[in-house]
Nanobody, 121 residues
Framework: QVQLVESGGGLVQAGGSLRLSCAASGRTFYAMGWFRQAPGKEREFVAAISWSGISTSYADSVKGRFTISRDNAKNTVYLQMNSLKPEDTAVYSC????????????????WGQGTQVTVSS
């Protein structure tokens, strides 16, 4: 069983930065992903990273601004978010799956509770 706990969300002005963390307990050989959901919108893919950390992928909307990374010694995955925009406002959730990384939320087995990110203009 895997438990995921996100932290690092908050309120930031446009152009600012935040770093989200996702601490995992239990089994750790999982690919990880970050997803977000804004009010009234569907959940969308943000970024994903393989177990080794070698393979990463990003949504076009965040490419060049967000960076996903992981520290397997600490069982933690990070999402560094720079140049934030108001349209990045959402609840951000991390997820884990037992196979390779995926951009599809329904392919993930475990989810954290989410952390709110609000970007003011």
């Amino acid at each position: 069983q895997v438990q995921l706990v996100e932290s690092g969300g908050g309120l930031v002005q446009a152009g600012g930065s935040l770093r989200l963390s996702c601490a995992a307990s239990g089994r750790t050989f999982y690919a990880m992903g970050w997803f977000r959901q804004a009010p009234g919108k569907e959940r969308e893919f943000v970024a994903a990273i393989s177990w080794s950390g070698i393979s990463t992928s990003y949504a076009d909307s965040v490419k060049g601004r967000f960076t996903i990374s992981r520290d397997n010694a600490k069982n933690t995955v990070y999402l560094q978010m720079n140049s934030l925009k108001p349209e990045d406002t959402a609840v951000y959730s991390c997820a884990a799956r037992g196979k390779g990384s995926s951009r599809s939320w329904y392919e993930y087995d475990y989810w954290g509770q989410g952390t709110q990110v609000t970007v003011s203009s």
